[in-house]
């Protein structure tokens, strides 16, 4: 498709110059970009012009304007204007201009002819431009929708033998691209239908004899067309293109030479060639200029480049822009090295236009369309100046990776000159790996700040119609993570629930989960303050956390607050609590009543608080004699044992909490800390991972489960423990 | 009897691994380790308020303020919170250093033994 293109955009500017109704006009443009020979004689011939009474002929056949930017008369001693020549008759622009001129002015003396009624034609109103547009149009439209294009009759359009040289011509080609899977009787079928419509005779010769007059010219004519002949052959896709078309021209040898000399190699180098020869005196002195374009030439070819295709790739114009762009180019005759026009841009981006927009034929010739070259390339080059910056930003990135990975290697560096040798560079390199994935996993955190509930995600539970009942009842089975679910959709549904709150908390302590369980009981807390199991579990949860202060202040709320020892505490000692103060008034209700179990928890927690360890367990014990059956007191009589250095007698109590309620998860990582702490840590890995099994959200029993891995030189099961595999841990530390 | 002023939440790891050092596991941990690290914690900003330490794993013993024997074989400097996290395996050590959360002097190779299995962990009531 791209050599399609390219013919069909170099047949343009054949076109275009062929299209030109002036006969000496053309043959001058055409002769400019011969060689140099016959360039030093039409020198000559400027001298004889204005006696000859030809002039007369061309003032009176053809307006001033036809020619803009060119005065006939000098056009060959002005060289300054033999590169903009050239780039005009490149584009084709001339031509198109020359052929709306003409349509303009014979568009007064169309005359509209009345149509028989019934028949489908596109619209024939407005003026003859509008009536050929969208005549040509529906040629078009047919190729795609499949429908063969009829002929119709139209009003006459006036148009001149150029124009419908240009438009029989511009068809021909055009229609054995748009139909080139169809069979060469179709296309003969479409064109011809197109030229009857326009009244165009499809067997008319584009080049009539010259008049006797121009002999000598026809001279210079034949011989430069010799010199074109002599040139390296054309692609073998040219020669394909060009043989369909041979048999369609009563004189196939003219046209040949009228293409050959537009798109064979050796023809529109030896024109480049000679263009940049007579624009030496114009560039001297311009190599910043010269530099510009270079650089502006080599992105051109960067980007024609990232066409993958093949043809396109191993073009004649891809390698000359290619070479422009390194500076090889240099002229034959040696005059000029690596020089580039500083309009090269816009003739390159001409073609890349003609690339993209192979089937804007239409629409080009009738609104006489005029590229906007620079403006192109200006366009192009930002979008490779973005290309460049995302460059850039790989580079920095890469920059900094490799900063980071140096410095990473040179700290392993320096623990190497110690004792470790060479197994500290892993280490290191490993640590880091974990540092990057706990950052990670410390921008998740962050959303889960101190006293903020983390809600989770999918909660089946949403929309139930008692979500709290529900939660009770899966509490009471003893299923901890379904009833969190459940009470969460309880406390979405009535955020001013206190109960929903609290059970929430408590679940979540009971699965080893303090900073949830301690959100949980804050908003417990604010929804009603005076709640004492609230303050209870909020003491005990920062008992956990080791924050004194804080759990000083809930425990001694729970005095407090309660209605038979509230009287006991002075309200102005919350202002400023000391541990001491706050012993003595527990001591107090401890000796009011005996028998209340409550005030012997609330009394073994203060005692964990300052760390008297013996006598919260004297607190929990008695506490125990009076409430045998509460489960998370045997585990906070356990975990004083173990706190206190006592982790065989912890063992034990832990056990009789699970008795009770074999889903304690606390319980069962408090099992795999007592059993670590005696350096039994084989023991350890099994229960961390039964209460990782049951909740494989408590973050402490992943920590401890890794140390301990270590220590038991389970290195191998350290992944499963990274990746939270715990089918595979289950499956290795089975729990008897 | 303890002394409860103290605020800090290292200090009640510190009381427990006193206890633990006294123990069976304990004395492997002494055995395995025998280095004397020091110790220093600040509440909230690193180097202000300083609570020192010593955890003489030669003889077994943790002791409130500096180490008198001569030079500790390594010092780090923490946060109160960033003591806990390294203590309980929240945090790795290397990672703590990386992230200027802890200080180290002396010697690398002593402080590379620093590792979290060093301290018992605390049971939840």
């Not at chain 1, 050599?3 to 030109?20: E, F, P």
């Not at chain 1, 300054?80 to 003396?109: C, K, M, P, V, Y």
């Not at chain 1, 202002?575 to 000796?591: G, I, K, T």
């Not at chain 2, 380790?33 to 943790?62: F, H, S």
Request: aromatic residues 8%; charged residues 25%; hydrophobic residues 35%.
């Amino acid at each position: 498709m791209a050599m399609r293109d390219l013919v069909s955009g170099a047949a343009a500017c054949g076109d275009s110059s062929s299209s030109s109704s002036n006969p000496l006009a053309s043959l001058a443009n055409a002769l400019i970009g011969s060689s140099s020979k016959t360039q030093e004689r039409l020198k000559e011939i400027p001298t004889s012009t204005p006696t000859d009474p030809a002039s007369q002929f061309y003032s009176t056949a053809l307006p001033a304007n036809q020619l803009p930017g060119s005065e006939f008369d000098k056009p060959l001693l002005n060289l300054n204007s033999q590169a903009s020549e050239f780039l005009h008759r490149f584009r084709g622009s001339t031509g198109l201009e020359e052929t709306w001129d003409e349509i303009q002015r014979d568009g007064a003396a169309a005359q509209m002819r009345q149509l028989p009624p019934g028949i489908q034609q596109p619209p024939l109103d407005g003026t003859p431009q509008r009536v050929l547009s969208n005549i040509l149009h529906s040629f078009l439209d047919s190729s795609r929708g499949g429908v063969p294009f009829h002929p119709a009759p139209l009003p006459m359009l006036g148009l001149s033998e150029g124009d419908k040289q240009c438009i029989r011509d511009r068809s021909s080609i055009m229609a054995r691209h748009l139909f080139v899977d169809k069979s060469e009787e179709f296309i003969d079928a479409q064109v011809n239908a197109l030229l009857c419509s326009l009244d165009i005779d499809s067997s008319v010769r584009g080049k009539g004899p010259m008049p006797e007059r121009f002999r000598e010219l026809e001279d210079y004519w034949n011989e430069s067309q010799g010199n074109l002949r002599l040139g390296p052959p054309a692609p073998d896709g040219w020669i394909s293109e060009f043989s369909q078309q041979r048999e369609k021209y009563d004189n196939p040898d003219s046209w040949a030479n009228s293409f050959e000399q537009q798109y064979g190699a050796n023809g529109w180098v030896s024109e480049f060639e000679h263009s940049q020869l007579s624009s030496v005196d114009q560039m001297r002195g311009m190599n910043m200029s010269n530099f510009a374009a270079r650089e502006q030439t080599r992105m051109l070819a960067n980007t024609l480049a990232q066409n993958g295709d093949p043809k396109f790739q191993n073009s004649k114009f891809l390698q000359f822009v290619s070479k422009m762009s390194r500076g090889e180019l240099i002229i034959d005759d040696n005059q000029v090295k690596e020089n580039a026009l500083p309009a090269s841009g816009d003739w390159a981006t001409e073609y890349n236009q003609q690339y993209n927009h192979g089937h804007a034929w239409a629409g080009e010739f009738l609104n006489d369309k005029v590229y906007h070259g620079p403006d192109q390339w200006a366009n192009e080059f930002t979008s490779e100046g973005r290309q460049h910056d995302a460059v850039d930003d790989q580079w920095v990135n890469e920059f900094s990776k490799l900063k980071v990975n140096d410095w990473a290697d040179e700290f392993g560096q320096q623990f190497g000159e110690g004792a470790l040798g060479d197994s500290t560079s892993d280490s290191w390199a490993q640590a880091y790996d974990e540092f990057l994935n706990e950052q990670v996993a410390a921008k998740q955190q962050l959303d889960s700040s101190r006293g903020v509930y983390v809600f989770s995600d999918l909660n089946p539970y949403v929309g139930h119609p008692n979500p709290l009942k529900e939660g009770q009842d899966l509490f009471r089975k003893g299923l901890l993570s379904e009833a969190v679910l459940a009470l969460e959709a309880e406390v979405l549904k009535n955020p001013e629930n206190a109960e929903g709150w609290r059970l929430l908390g408590i679940a979540h302590a009971e699965n080893d989960d303090d900073q949830q369980a301690i959100a949980a009981m804050m908003r417990a807390q604010e929804a009603n303050p005076t709640n004492l199991e609230v303050l209870l579990a909020l003491g005990v949860s920062h008992t956990n956390e080791l924050e004194q202060t804080a759990a000083l202040k809930y425990l001694y709320g729970w005095l407090r607050h309660h209605p038979k020892y509230g009287t006991l505490a002075p309200p102005e000692m919350a202002d400023s609590l000391y541990y001491a103060d706050v012993a003595r008034l527990f001591n107090e209700a401890a000796e009011l009543s005996p028998d209340d179990a409550d005030v012997h928890i609330v009394l073994g927690v203060m005692y964990n608080l300052s760390r008297e360890y013996d006598k919260a367990i004297a607190s929990f014990e008695r506490a125990l004699k009076l409430k045998p059956q509460d489960y998370s007191l045997w585990n906070k009589l356990g975990a004083t044992q173990a706190n206190s250095v006592q982790s065989a007698d912890a063992i034990m109590a832990y056990q009789q909490a699970l008795d009770l309620k074999p889903n304690y998860v606390r319980a069962w990582a408090n099992m795999g800390i007592s059993y670590a702490n005696q350096g039994m840590y084989d023991e350890s890995i099994r229960y961390y991972v039964r209460a990782l099994a049951m909740n494989p959200k408590a973050e402490n029993a992943w920590q401890y489960l890794r140390i301990s891995l270590s220590c038991a030189s389970r290195n191998d099961m350290l992944e499963a423990c990274d990746s939270r595999n715990l089918d595979l841990l289950q499956k290795e530390f089975p729990l008897q | 009897m303890a002394d409860s002023s103290s605020n800090l939440k290292s200090d009640a790891i510190m009381e427990q691994m006193k206890q633990h050092l006294a123990t069976d596991s304990g004395k492997q941990v002494t055995k395995k380790i025998g280095l004397v690290y020091q110790i220093q914690i600040a509440p909230k900003k690193l180097g202000i308020d300083e609570v020192v330490y010593t955890v003489d794993l030669r003889k077994g013993e943790v002791t409130k303020g500096p180490y008198e024997g001569g030079k500790p074989d390594a010092s780090f400097s923490f946060k109160d919170e960033d003591f806990v996290k390294v203590a309980l395996g929240k945090m790795n050590p290397q990672i703590a250093f990386m992230r200027g959360a802890m200080k180290i002097k002396g010697s690398l190779s002593a402080a590379q033994k620093f590792t979290p299995d060093i301290f018992p962990k605390p049971s939840k009531l």
